[in-house]
T-cell receptor
Framework: DAGVTQSPTHLIKTRGQQVTLRCSPKSGHDTVSWYQQALGQGPQFIFQYYEEEERQRGNFPDRFSGHQFPNYSSELNVNALLLGDSALYLC???????????FGQGTRLTVV | KQEVTQIPAALSVPEGENLVLNCSFTDSAIYNLQWFRQDPGKGLTSLLLIQSSQREQTSGRLNASLDKSSGRSTLYIAASQPGDSATYLCAVANQAGTALIFGKGTTLSVSS
């Protein structure tokens, strides 16, 4: 079982650029959530996808958008990058909602 | 708005000691509570999941308790080892089960 996989592991972007992060859920899981973790803080919920639709969204601007594909994998897109978007982005998968969440290793995004 | 607090923020203990990490939350309307471990710069590893109807869960040297009415959970680690050194995060699932709300974590250091 490969678990939750995220790509890339590290990324450096310039202010104003756009970035796409990718996540493959744990085998058998159908729900994907994205979190942002700033240094020294707990992860903050961005949004959750189930059946290719956004089920819930946290307090993040519209610059953050996502997508879930028929194979349950997901992408997180961030437009017009700001220095403050520098963080570890974590993907979590679960079987439907309300069950144990499993996290990937994260993508470290640095905006310069 | 749900808030999760973890005390202490940091803890240093000698190897072999038993220890307790604390987590409190402001809204008792949770679906479940999960404890995670995070190594520096890495993703989250799920340790224990407690459903809102349960009082405790055990896995090896770890025991987690949940008191929903008082808004508290504890993670008990028996016979600590240097390999237990990491940041421990507590997260509560909202009532819809769609989002995890995290504390800032407790950073544990176990010396040999």
């Amino acid at each position: 079982d490969a678990g939750v996989t995220q790509s890339p592991t590290h990324l450096i972007k310039t202010r104003g650029q756009q970035v796409t992060l990718r996540c493959s859920p744990k085998s058998g899981h159908d729900t994907v959530s994205w979190y942002q973790q700033a240094l020294g803080q707990g992860p903050q919920f961005i949004f959750q996808y189930y059946e290719e639709e956004e089920r819930q969204r946290g307090n993040f601007p519209d610059r953050f958008s996502g997508h879930q594909f028929p194979n349950y994998s997901s992408e997180l897109n961030v437009n017009a990058l700001l220095l403050g978007d520098s963080a570890l982005y974590l993907c979590a998968s679960s079987l439907y909602v309300n069950t144990e969440a499993f996290f990937g290793q994260g993508t470290r995004l640095t905006v310069v | 708005k749900q808030e999760v607090t973890q005390i202490p923020a940091a803890l240093s203990v000698p190897e072999g000691e038993n220890l307790v990490l604390n987590c409190s939350f402001t809204d008792s309307a949770i679906y479940n509570l999960q404890w995670f471990r995070q190594d520096p710069g890495k993703g989250l590893t799920s340790l224990l999941l407690i459903q809102s109807s349960q009082r405790e869960q055990t896995s090896g040297r770890l025991n987690a308790s949940l008191d929903k009415s008082s808004g508290r959970s504890t993670l008990y680690i028996a016979a600590s080892q240097p390999g237990d050194s990491a940041t421990y995060l507590c997260a509560v699932a909202n009532q819809a089960g769609t989002a995890l709300i995290f504390g800032k974590g407790t950073t544990l250091s176990v010396s040999s």
